[in-house]
């Protein structure tokens, strides 16, 4: 059962072009809603975080839009540098529950 | 070191046999976790330690699967009798409090790539 659904599966991205990646979610009880950053060989590390009660988190090129009432959220990456290609995970969890579900993830090459 | 580390990074075993995998979290870090990844999907949630006790182990997929944390530092991911379908990275991570902490950052190591033959 898959709580976190990701797509696209894949994209390819000019540099300076933007990526976005949606996310979709079943479960309300969901409260913290994470994008991790993986690199081939590498785990995944922690990109940007949003909580429900916010619409929008920008840090630097990275975006998160969050709409609760249709629980999705997305993840944009703006002016794509070849250093951003890797594979990109959504994630949720909540308070009370603490495991991460984890969405399949998004391989993204951003061409020179 | 400043990450976490997991030992070994690779590990090739027969079918039937019984495998180890180590997880060093970042010191000071209470909360440990072990995920899962198949090739091309997410990180699938295993289990989760809280100090020296395991808070919740419903990720692990059957009974061969058991996971120690005897010091409340580093941990041990032990498979017995090894199936083809074991075969996958397997992701430690760490995090300061944990779930008493609220939702936190969790510092994921690098994996150890389990094949079985």
């Known amino acids: 059962q898959q709580q976190v659904k990701q797509s696209p599966q894949s994209l390819i991205v000019q540099k300076g072009g933007i990526s976005i990646i949606n996310c979709a979610y079943e479960?309300?009880?969901?409260?913290?809603f994470p994008w991790y950053q993986q690199f081939p060989g590498k785990g995944p590390a922690l990109l940007i975080a949003?909580?429900?009660?916010?619409s929008e988190k920008k840090e630097g090129r990275f975006t998160i839009s969050f709409n609760k009432s249709a629980k999705q959220f997305s993840l944009h990456i703006m002016d794509s540098q070849p250093g951003d290609s890797a594979t990109y995970f959504c994630a949720a969890s909540s308070d009370s529950w603490g495991k991460f579900q984890f969405g399949a993830g998004t391989q993204v090459v951003v061409t020179p | 070191g400043a990450g976490v580390s997991q030992t070994p990074s690779n590990k090739v075993t027969e079918k039937g046999k019984y495998v180890e995998l180590r997880c060093d979290p970042i010191s000071g870090h209470t909360a440990l976790y072990w995920y899962r990844q198949s090739l091309g999907q997410g990180p699938e949630f295993l289990i989760y330690?809280?100090?020296?006790?395991?808070?919740?182990d419903s990720g692990l997929p059957n009974d061969r699967f058991f996971a120690v944390r005897p010091e409340g530092s580093v941990s041990t991911l032990k498979i017995q009798r090894t199936e083809r379908g074991d075969s996958a990275v397997y992701l430690c991570?760490?995090?300061?409090?944990?779930?008493?902490?609220?939702?936190?950052?969790?510092?994921f190591g690098p994996g150890t790539r389990l094949l079985v033959l």
């Open positions: 991570a760490s995090s300061l409090k944990g779930w008493r902490g609220g939702q936190e950052t969790q510092y």
């Open positions: 949003i909580r429900p009660d916010v």
């Open positions: 330690f809280q100090g020296t006790g395991a808070a919740d």
């Open positions: 479960n309300t009880a969901f409260d913290y």
